[in-house]
C-alpha cells in the first residue's frame, strides 16, 4: 500500500520531531544526573520540561486549527488525530525522564541506586536514547522498517527491567527497603519510557498504511 499523503502538515511534523530530540536530550541528561549524583543536571532536566509542555501545546493548538478547517479527507484525519496522540505520548516521555532527575535530586548527594546495577541503568539509559532517536526518525521520513529496531529495543528495556525486579527480591538483596522501592521505580520510568515511544512508533504505522492501531505489531513489519 502506497503511503498516505502528509501534504500540509509539515509543521506538525517538524514539531513532533523537535518533541523527540527535547524528551530524548532529557532521558540523556537525567540518566547522567542519576548515575553522577549530579544535582545541576537533575534541575536542568525538570526546569526544561516547560518547553516539552510548551512544543506539546504548540502541536495541539495546530491540530485543532487543522480540524476547524473542515474539507479534511479520512487519511488527513488519521494524521491530524495521530498527530495528536503522538504528542501526548511524548510529553509523557519527557515526565518520565523528569521522574527520573527528581529521584536523583531527592536522594542527593547519595545515589539513588546501588553502584553494581549503576551499569544496568546506563544501559536502560542508552536504550532509551536509541529508541527515541529512531522514533524521530521513523516520524520524520516514515519509514516503517526501522520499527523492527524500536521493537527489539524496546524488548531489551523489558528484559532489564525484569532483572532488576527479581534483584531487589532476591533473597540476597542487602540494600534495604527504600533502595529497592528506588530501583523499582526508576526501573519502570525507563520501560514506560520505551513504552511509549513504541506507542508513537505504531501510530506512525498506522498514519502510512492505513492499518488499524490496535492491530499495529512492530514485529510484523
Not at 549503576?118 to 526518525?137: D, H, K, R, S, Y
Not at 532488576?164 to 523499582?184: K, Q, R, Y
Request: charged share 25%; glycine share 6%.
Amino acid at each position: 500500500m502506497n503511503p498516505l499523503p502528509l501534504d500540509g502538515f509539515a509543521e506538525v511534523t517538524q514539531d513532533l520531531v523537535r518533541l523527540t530530540h527535547l524528551v530524548g536530550s532529557a532521558m540523556h541528561t537525567a540518566t547522567q544526573a542519576l548515575l553522577e549524583s549530579d544535582l545541576h543536571k537533575a534541575e536542568s532536566v525538570i526546569d526544561e520540561d516547560v518547553e516539552v509542555d510548551a512544543v506539546t501545546s504548540d502541536i495541539e493548538n495546530q491540530c485543532l486549527d487543522l480540524l476547524g478547517h473542515g474539507g479534511l479527507t479520512e487519511p488527513d484525519l488519521r494524521v491530524v488525530i495521530g498527530a495528536l496522540r503522538m504528542a501526548a505520548s511524548l510529553e509523557r516521555m519527557g515526565d518520565l525522564a523528569e521522574h527520573v532527575a527528581k529521584q536523583a535530586r531527592l536522594r542527593y548527594p547519595r545515589s539513588s541506586i546501588p553502584a553494581e546495577l549503576q551499569p544496568i541503568f546506563a544501559t536502560m539509559g542508552e536504550l532509551a536514547e536509541e529508541i527515541v532517536n529512531m522514533t524521530g526518525q521513523v516520524i520524520q521520513t516514515r519509514d516503517v522498517s526501522l520499527t523492527a529496531d524500536i521493537a527489539r529495543h524496546d524488548t531489551q528495556v523489558d528484559q532489564l527491567h525484569r532483572d532488576l525486579f527479581t534483584t531487589v527480591l532476591s533473597p540476597s538483596w542487602t540494600h534495604g527497603v527504600e533502595a529497592a522501592i528506588d530501583v523499582t521505580l526508576l526501573s519502570r520510568y525507563y520501560e514506560r519510557y520505551a513504552d511509549h515511544a513504541v506507542s508513537v512508533t505504531r501510530r506512525v504505522v498506522t498514519i502510512v498504511t492505513g492499518a488499524p492501531y490496535v492491530g499495529v505489531s512492530l514485529d510484523d513489519l
